[in-house]
């Protein structure tokens, strides 16, 4: 089964600067990696995904990398703001297709205004 | 489109009490996962569900829990005979059939 492995466990910014968060997994087969934000007392909400047919998917001051080859995807964030603060989740799916997700075991970020 | 919603939030139970969870998905969405969060942990996956079917139930312990989803209603999760060792917050999502899954407030369930 897949298994995600996800670092740091912690990140403090400046408020302006750019986040980093990585994780790799195991399963080659692997063809969905999504990233989830959760705020303190509230459910992960999805903020942006790739699909393994494309290296790069951008949202506005978010951004997504997949390299398949190294079985790694990560997390960027630009111009960091206070409410970017929060718990951040990768996850595969366990299988691949429409099946149940393996999350990492999470970054926190800290964005200091 | 109202998003995924669970209730209660919050549940308090005794030891040996039961906990029914309830979680109705986004309209359009047949499938439905429940995850569990311990404080400072990543989720971990307990069951998969489609309409009146379960998928996968290979992350819920054999004892004490069930899941069902039936034709008309929310997704259950019932826990019965709690002990202090299921205190945590419970998450369900729903989704559509490409993959994303789209996660309700979840419940924080607390054994007394």
């Known amino acids: 089964g897949e298994n995600v492995e996800q670092h740091p466990s912690t990140l403090s910014v400046q408020e302006g600067d750019s986040a980093v968060i990585k994780c790799t997994y195991s399963?080659?087969?692997?063809?969905?990696f999504p990233w989830y934000k959760q705020e303190l007392g509230k459910g992960p909400q999805l903020i942006i995904d790739?699909?393994?047919?494309?290296g790069e998917k951008k949202d506005q001051r978010i951004a997504v990398t997949l390299n398949k080859t190294a079985k790694h995807f990560s997390l960027h964030i630009t111009e960091t703001q206070p409410e970017d603060s929060a718990v951040y989740f990768c996850?595969?799916?366990?299988?691949?297709?429409?099946?149940?997700?393996?999350f990492g075991k999470g970054t926190r970020l800290s964005v200091i205004a | 489109n109202a998003g995924v919603m669970q209730n209660p939030r919050h549940l308090v139970r005794r030891r040996g009490q039961e906990a029914r969870l309830r979680c109705s998905p986004m309209k359009g969405h047949s499938h439905v996962y429940w995850y569990r969060q311990l404080p400072e942990e990543g989720l971990k996956f307990m069951v998969y569900l489609q309409k009146e079917n379960i998928i996968d139930e290979s992350g819920m312990p054999k004892e004490r829990f069930s899941a069902e989803f039936p034709k008309e209603g929310p997704s259950i999760l019932r826990i019965q005979q709690v002990v202090r060792g299921d205190s945590a917050a419970y998450f369900c999502?729903?989704?559509?059939?490409?993959?994303?899954?789209?996660f309700g407030p979840g419940t924080r369930l607390t054994v007394l």
């Open positions: 399963d080659s087969a692997s063809n969905y």
């Open positions: 999502a729903s989704s559509p059939s490409n993959n994303e899954q789209f």
């Open positions: 996850a595969a799916p366990q299988e691949g297709g429409n099946t149940p997700l393996v």
């Open positions: 790739i699909r393994s047919n494309v």
